[in-house]
């Protein structure tokens, strides 16, 4: 039952990927594209101040833009997705192995929808609202390791937090408490936990402001537009990643779940199989 579980969620990776991919395709790269313009022009504009002269800034890439939009980005996106998927089996498989045992008439596309929602909550919610995604030229090269340490660590304790107000919830709380208390008690516990690793770690505000010489503005800061319509569909499109993917699945392991067999079928709560009617 496992390994069925975990195929189902590689192709709901798969689905959710190349959803993703197009939805990122059409709104997200034309954001991408205007910050890597507003990089060169600025690039420039400060050569030109130093007396640099000529556009020194072609570093004879490995892989033109045109690929890098298209085919990597889409096998970066499924990869991802992928990833993704196996790591949401795993994550419904334990839960449901629980769940199912001790709320038999518990429907699986229920448990798909919690793992999909607190997925998109501890994966990406969180961490974004503690240190947004930025486009090209947004941040500095000196402080990038800071930054990616930070990311990570918020994201890892968002999760680890996660894992243990569900399981403090479904284990210890909801028998004695009931549902709706023991809800609230763990999104509490996860919360107080990522606030105070939130002002614990650093902050950057590193968006670039104008390029200033001598009589003025050289180059104008960074397009608040275009900042902005980054972030916004970095959300949808991680949104549609996680909707897509626990959707996917939660038909997919229903259909695990209840497919009838030659010898017998399977009982949608445990998993195990009934004998044949004769």
């Not at 790591?87 to 038999?104: D, N, Q």
Request: charged letters at 10%; one cysteine or more; a neutral charge.
């Amino acid at each position: 039952m496992e390994k069925k579980f975990i195929g189902a969620g590689l192709g709901a990776g798969l689905i959710s990927g190349i959803v993703t991919y197009v939805f990122a395709r059409i709104f997200l790269q034309p954001q991408v594209s205007a910050a890597i313009s507003y990089e060169e022009g600025r690039s420039a504009a400060h050569e030109a101040l130093e007396g640099a002269g000529g556009h020194s800034h072609d570093h004879g890439e490995v892989f033109s833009r045109a690929m890098q939009a298209n085919l990597g980005a889409a096998v970066g996106t499924v990869a991802f997705a992928l990833c993704m998927g196996a790591v949401f089996a795993v994550a419904f498989t334990v839960l449901w192995s629980f769940v199912g045992k001790r709320y038999p008439g518990t429907d699986p596309r229920w448990v798909a929808a919690a793992v999909g929602a607190i997925g998109f909550t501890s994966v990406f919610a969180v961490p974004f609202l503690v240190f947004p995604a930025n486009p090209p030229a947004v941040g500095s090269g000196e402080t990038i390791g800071s930054r990616t340490s930070a990311f990570l660590t918020i994201t890892v304790v968002s999760v680890l937090a996660a894992i243990a107000a569900v399981a403090v919830v479904v284990v210890w709380l909801r028998p004695r408490l009931g549902g709706l208390t023991s809800s609230l008690v763990g999104v509490l516990l996860y919360l107080t936990t990522v606030v105070v690793a939130a002002l614990a770690l650093p902050s950057f505000d590193e968006v670039p402001g104008p390029l200033m010489d001598g009589t003025g503005i050289a180059y104008p800061g960074f397009p608040a537009d275009v900042l902005g319509d980054f972030r916004m569909y970095t959300i949808a499109d991680h949104a549609l990643l996680w909707t897509t993917l626990a959707a996917s699945f939660a038909l997919l392991a229903h259909r695990v779940l209840r497919a009838p067999r030659d010898h017998g079928s399977v009982d949608a709560a445990t998993g195990a199989r009934r004998a044949p009617l004769s």
